[in-house]
């Protein structure tokens, strides 16, 4: 699927540069022809010579080479590359990016290129989590260029946490999957395909949230984000442009077009969710598991067990779906979730009512196969009329594409 595409990969200084050798040859098996720029510290990490041989391209670092005068030109760089890919990418490049530094060829290539940019982020998980970088990386984001999430589990500092670069593997497909969505000919099918959907904007909640008792302790639920997830997937396959509200979840995106913003608890998938909307939405999805009630006070210390008994004093969260019912724009859908356990229509029709929404998914927990950590959903879609539409059991992902296909329909009509 990548035969004759021109590939750039850009090195940083990051201990999951040996990866970068394992992606090299995984594009070049694809039909890929790649070159590879390294800025200065990574080359501590892994040779210049290994990457030459696996992309069979001499390998970029300096702005010319000092013993011939040859000029490396980022601007003709930038013009050659169907995609510059840059990982690892290195909480220091990613901070650069952000702000224009031009100090080495991998970033004054970035400042020209043409092409889409793809970053895999990696490093430590308290640089990561970093107000900075999280900042850094939005910054990005929203100038369009592409993050491919890193993923959790031990670090080579011996943390664990989120960091670690996502495999190669996974990474060619992200490529892949982007490349195919850019072509020309993709997009006149999707212009036929995609009429009601393409163009809007959807904004999306999915996974559970995570409400602290003190340092180690939290309320949660058991929601995978799975259903959700591939509710945003199937609107970005169809041309939306997707934001994804997302609590702690393993899912990962294959879709390249979805902005995921990562919170933890109740309080912070409400601001976000807010801001949101208020930043405009044609479509709203509230598909996460949101916790209804918060520990009044978040104990600074380990709370130690002193007795037979302790009493958890508990407050109500805000309320995403009545507050956005309460500034519901004009022509905007709004779709809930409810996953019940008895007198489950009633219950359902009766969120739809209170909170002011237009259709309402319902779960329910005595359905076999339904809910929360499975791999398929039995699901009821309820309209503000009452009207509902039963579906059988199906897989989570023909479960979205019936979602998805109940608004398009309501768009049309």
Excluded at 120 to 149: S, W
Aim: hydrophobic share 45%; net charge neutral.
């Amino acid at each position: 699927m990548l035969k004759g595409k021109h590939i750039l990969l850009g090195v940083t200084g990051s201990i999951a540069a040996y990866k970068a050798a394992i992606l090299v040859r995984a594009l070049v098996k694809e039909g890929a022809e790649v070159k590879v720029i390294m800025s200065e510290m990574a080359k501590q990490f892994i040779t210049p010579l290994t990457m030459a041989t696996l992309s069979k391209n001499p390998i970029l670092v300096e702005f010319y080479n000092p013993e011939n005068g040859d000029w490396n030109s980022h601007i003709s760089l930038g013009l050659w590359a169907d995609l510059y890919l840059i990982a690892p990418a290195s909480a220091n490049t990613i901070a650069k990016m952000s702000t224009g530094v031009a100090d080495n060829l991998l970033l004054t290539t970035y400042l020209s290129a043409r092409s889409p940019v793809v970053v895999a982020p990696a490093m430590d998980v308290d640089m990561f989590l970093h107000t900075a970088t999280q900042k850094n990386i939005q910054i990005i984001r929203d100038r369009g260029v592409y993050i491919i999430e890193p993923g959790s589990g031990e670090l080579a500092s011996g943390l664990e946490g989120k960091g670690r670069m996502e495999e190669p593997e996974a990474i060619v497909e992200f490529v892949k999957n982007l490349l195919e969505r850019e072509s020309p000919a993709n997009h006149m099918v999707a212009g036929e395909l995609m009429s009601a959907i393409k163009g809007k904007k959807v904004l999306l909640t999915a996974g559970p949230t995570v409400e602290q008792i003190d340092p180690v302790r939290f309320i949660s639920n058991n929601s995978t984000g799975k259903m959700g997830y591939s509710i945003a997937e199937e609107f970005a396959k169809r041309g939306a442009i997707v934001t994804l509200i997302s609590g702690p979840v393993n899912e990962r995106l294959s879709s390249s077009k979805i902005r995921l913003n990562n919170v933890n608890s109740a309080e912070e998938m409400y601001t976000q969710t807010v801001a949101a909307y208020r930043a405009g939405a044609d479509i709203v999805i509230l598909a996460a598991a949101v916790s209804d009630f918060t520990p009044s006070l978040i104990e600074r210390a380990k709370i130690k067990r002193l007795g037979d008994e302790i009493t958890l004093k508990l407050k109500p969260t805000r309320d995403i779906a009545a507050s956005l019912g309460e500034v519901k724009k004009e022509g905007a859908i709004h779709i809930g979730f409810a996953l019940e356990t008895d007198n489950e229509f009633e219950n359902a029709l009766s969120k739809l009512q209170r909170k002011n929404l237009d259709a309402i998914v319902l779960n329910s927990l005595n359905d076999k196969g339904a809910g929360f950590g499975k791999e398929t959903n039995k699901i009821t879609i309820i309209s503000s009329n009452g009207e509902s539409l039963q579906y059988p059991l199906k897989d989570k992902k023909e479960v979205a594409s019936d979602i998805v296909d109940y608004v398009e329909n309501m768009l049309v009509c």
